[in-house]
């Protein structure tokens, strides 16, 4: 192989990388400078010329004159002998310089300086990719769907880059087959064993965020400021949100007429339900727009103990509660206030909320008491067993756990 060749695969090579001219010139006199130090020992009177454009290389040592039979170092020195072969007029004492060719470093020396060059360039390539990413961290990506494993997607960019939504990063309900297009947000940059692993996510608040910042147009400009974001991804989410302007409505900009802003972010989503708040500095009336679609009727609020105790009617106690108990948990993040719901003339306001033992009684029983009316551990005590067994499902064995459970409470 020659110096043309060598240097136009790497042109290639620079091209497809998308390596700038100054450094690719730079690691290519690196690798060489590397190479003649090990063969001459010394690489301080070697002069390199590089145009990787054009496909040049040219090597220069640089030796001085000296008698005949008095050179100590080849590398240094030439004898006046073979000096005056190169150009006739040269003399004891000057300096000349030889020409070095590729075809003059054999084949193995050859080969180890491409080997060297490779791994030189990729990891530059490795390190651009960091500092790319690391700068993008927040930002939502598009990518293609190119492999699908039980634990992971992988994903390329429009570079060709590889990057990794985990499973654990990805909304329960997705569903991605092989040459689909994907939007994340780039969660984090880690490197592991040399290489960088771009790491996705589609449940962190961020990407909720960005997607806001692309359907609605306040929130990009800086008109609507987003305060706050909690999510149960692929569940429900609360936005609460503000604006400087008074003649923006910031909850009516960010839903769009009829719904037609929020639909996008809804279906990219999942379907997760999104409620958008209006900010407010005051605790009380955060915890009263948090809990929305329930109506508050009163509540008392322990500022020193971080929790509130909220009184609803019997009907709005399921809604403050939510499915799953979703919309209690995200109100309660979004304030950052522990929520204890219960229902307005309760004559004891020690009930305990059903969701409060989902440690010990399944999600569905819990669920299927809810749908009958009962939402606090009293209000199943107050049912006798017989009555339980008719208005629901469960079975005998069932209910009896359940009545040993709730009593086990108030013991």
Same mark, same amino acid.
């Given at each position: 192989m020659?110096?043309?060749?060598?240097i136009e695969s790497f042109s290639e090579f620079k091209e497809m990388r998308n390596i700038d001219r100054v450094t690719m010139m730079s690691i290519l006199e690196d690798v060489f400078r590397a190479t003649l130090k090990k063969r001459?020992?010394?690489?301080?009177?070697?002069?390199?010329?590089?145009?990787?454009?054009?496909?040049?290389?040219?090597?220069?040592l640089n030796r001085t004159i000296v008698k005949d039979g008095e050179v100590e170092d080849e590398a240094l020195e030439i004898e006046y002998s073979?000096?005056?072969?190169?150009?006739?007029?040269?003399?004891?004492?000057?300096?000349?310089?030889?020409?070095?060719k590729m075809e003059n470093f054999g084949r193995r020396n050859i080969l180890s300086l491409r080997q060297n060059l490779a791994a030189k360039l990729l990891e530059l390539e490795k390190e651009n990719i960091v500092a790319i990413y690391k700068d993008r961290i927040g930002d939502i990506i598009t990518g293609e769907v190119y492999q699908i494993w039980k634990r992971e997607i992988l994903v390329l960019d429009d570079e060709g880059n590889e990057l990794v939504?985990?499973?654990?990063?990805?909304?329960?309900s997705d569903f991605f087959k092989k040459g689909d297009t994907l939007r994340a947000v780039v969660a984090d940059v880690v490197v592991k064993n040399g290489s960088p692993i771009i790491v996705l996510s589609r449940t962190n608040p961020a990407f909720l965020e960005r997607l806001f910042e692309l359907e609605v147009p306040e929130v990009f400009d800086g008109l609507i400021v987003i305060k706050k974001i909690v999510r149960e991804p692929g569940e429900r989410a609360k936005v609460a949100v503000e604006s400087y302007d008074d003649r923006i409505d910031p909850v009516g900009a960010c839903v769009g007429m009829k719904g037609s802003r929020i639909h996008g972010i809804v279906r990219e989503l999942r379907n997760e339900n999104i409620d958008v708040i209006n900010w407010t500095s005051n605790n009380q009336l955060l915890i009263q727009r948090a809990l929305s679609p329930a109506k508050v009727v009163s509540?008392?609020?322990?500022?020193?103990e971080g929790r509130v105790n909220v009184y609803l009617k019997p009907d709005q106690v399921s809604l403050a509660i939510g499915k799953g108990g979703h919309n209690i948990k995200l109100a309660s993040k979004l304030c950052g206030y522990e929520i204890d719901v219960y229902r307005e003339g309760a004559e004891d306001i020690d009930d305990v909320d059903l969701d409060e033992f989902t440690d010990e009684i399944d999600n569905w029983i819990i669920d299927e008491l809810k749908a009958v009316g009962c939402d606090s551990a009293k209000s199943?005590? *107050?049912? @006798?067993p017989e009555e339980l067994l008719k208005r629901t499902d469960l #079975? *005998?064995? @069932?209910?009896?756990?359940?009545?040993r459970v709730?009593?086990? #409470?108030?013991e």
């Amino acid at each position: 192989m020659n110096a043309i060749e060598l240097i136009e695969s790497f042109s290639e090579f620079k091209e497809m990388r998308n390596i700038d001219r100054v450094t690719m010139m730079s690691i290519l006199e690196d690798v060489f400078r590397a190479t003649l130090k090990k063969r001459y020992g010394t690489d301080e009177n070697v002069d390199i010329i590089i145009n990787p454009d054009k496909g040049d290389l040219e090597i220069w040592l640089n030796r001085t004159i000296v008698k005949d039979g008095e050179v100590e170092d080849e590398a240094l020195e030439i004898e006046y002998s073979k000096a005056i072969k190169i150009e006739p007029d040269f003399e004891i004492g000057e300096e000349v310089s030889e020409e070095i060719k590729m075809e003059n470093f054999g084949r193995r020396n050859i080969l180890s300086l491409r080997q060297n060059l490779a791994a030189k360039l990729l990891e530059l390539e490795k390190e651009n990719i960091v500092a790319i990413y690391k700068d993008r961290i927040g930002d939502i990506i598009t990518g293609e769907v190119y492999q699908i494993w039980k634990r992971e997607i992988l994903v390329l960019d429009d570079e060709g880059n590889e990057l990794v939504l985990p499973k654990n990063e990805q909304i329960p309900s997705d569903f991605f087959k092989k040459g689909d297009t994907l939007r994340a947000v780039v969660a984090d940059v880690v490197v592991k064993n040399g290489s960088p692993i771009i790491v996705l996510s589609r449940t962190n608040p961020a990407f909720l965020e960005r997607l806001f910042e692309l359907e609605v147009p306040e929130v990009f400009d800086g008109l609507i400021v987003i305060k706050k974001i909690v999510r149960e991804p692929g569940e429900r989410a609360k936005v609460a949100v503000e604006s400087y302007d008074d003649r923006i409505d910031p909850v009516g900009a960010c839903v769009g007429m009829k719904g037609s802003r929020i639909h996008g972010i809804v279906r990219e989503l999942r379907n997760e339900n999104i409620d958008v708040i209006n900010w407010t500095s005051n605790n009380q009336l955060l915890i009263q727009r948090a809990l929305s679609p329930a109506k508050v009727v009163s509540m008392e609020l322990f500022e020193e103990e971080g929790r509130v105790n909220v009184y609803l009617k019997p009907d709005q106690v399921s809604l403050a509660i939510g499915k799953g108990g979703h919309n209690i948990k995200l109100a309660s993040k979004l304030c950052g206030y522990e929520i204890d719901v219960y229902r307005e003339g309760a004559e004891d306001i020690d009930d305990v909320d059903l969701d409060e033992f989902t440690d010990e009684i399944d999600n569905w029983i819990i669920d299927e008491l809810k749908a009958v009316g009962c939402d606090s551990a009293k209000s199943v005590l *107050e049912l @006798t067993p017989e009555e339980l067994l008719k208005r629901t499902d469960l #079975e *005998e064995e @069932t209910i009896a756990e359940i009545y040993r459970v709730l009593r086990a #409470e108030f013991e």
